[in-house]
């Protein structure tokens, strides 16, 4: 019977070293009901910190966070940190490719900056209590008109709380080795706020994460954040022209980081 017991602990290391679809599905079980634990965690500390929902307490989840890069053999390479040191709210956009966008948004997370996502995340348990408590902005995707009215108010809380804001202007996850073309919500915010738009580009997450081929390796994740854009005079008849700007210079960054992105593993830079 006691060999019995010990089984498990002979076939995990086995499967570890001899199949990365058993690597592949443990990783993202393991990220997942991690993140709900550490959610369960941080939920009173937010609420004892700050009484309830405040983006304050996105400094509680951004501390939380950080470390889980290490159990998943990541490692995030950042250069242009200069370009968060705006003094004002600002808009940061960014390709998004997986929920690992999660890991590297913590890395360079400024203060007082929350997110918009998707609806459907509030019900995601733990995970979608801590989100609201960190003043995450939810909208539904599928009523333009609401996600519309959810943009102008955001754009009103943004210059009254002074905080900044995280879009995705993908629309959704992206996994095809190059930037889907962006929807105009990030900029009408930007152009409604006349604040800044700060890029940051993530790397192809191809040479260490294969959805279809299930395979989720160590690897290093290039972060390159990008001057700012200024908004200021602009109108929404300059929202396309200034989402085509953007998006022609990311585009070039992903693929230009994509390319040289190193594929070893160790510690973060910061």
Not at 192 to 213: C, D, G, H, M, T
Not at 224 to 230: F, V
Request: proline share 4%; with cysteine; charged share 20%.
């Amino acid at each position: 019977m006691e060999a019995l017991w010990m089984l498990p602990l002979l076939v995990v290391p086995v499967l570890f070293l001899t199949s990365s679809t058993f690597v592949f599905y443990f990783k993202k079980f393991f990220y997942v009901a991690y993140m709900m634990l550490l959610a369960m965690i941080a939920i009173p500390i937010c609420v004892l910190k700050s009484g309830g929902r405040d983006v304050e307490n996105m400094r509680v989840i951004r501390f939380m966070v950080r470390h889980v890069k290490y159990f998943l053999g990541l490692r995030f390479e950042v250069s242009g940190w200069e370009h968060l040191q705006a003094d004002g709210p600002y808009v940061i956009i960014s390709n998004h490719q997986s929920s690992l966008d999660v890991l590297g948004m913590m890395e360079v997370l400024p203060d007082r900056c929350t997110t918009i996502a998707k609806k459907e995340l509030l019900w995601a348990g733990t995970v979608g209590l801590v989100c609201w408590l960190g003043g995450i902005v939810f909208i539904n995707r599928k009523k333009t008109s609401d996600a519309k009215s959810v943009m102008t108010d955001t754009a009103k809380t943004m210059l009254r709380d002074q905080i900044c804001l995280w879009v995705f202007p993908e629309g959704t996850r992206n996994q095809k080795g190059d930037v889907l073309p962006f929807k105009k919500g990030a900029f009408h915010l930007a152009v409604q706020a006349q604040v800044p738009i700060v890029p940051i580009v993530f790397s192809s997450y191809s040479n260490f994460y294969l959805r279809k081929e299930r395979e989720f390796k160590s690897g290093t994740i290039t972060l390159k954040i990008l001057p700012k854009i200024e908004t200021k005079g602009l109108t929404s008849d300059d929202v396309s022209s200034l989402s085509d700007q953007s998006y022609a210079l990311m585009r070039s960054t992903f693929l230009e980081i994509s390319s040289q992105s190193p594929q070893s593993n160790g510690p973060s830079n910061h």
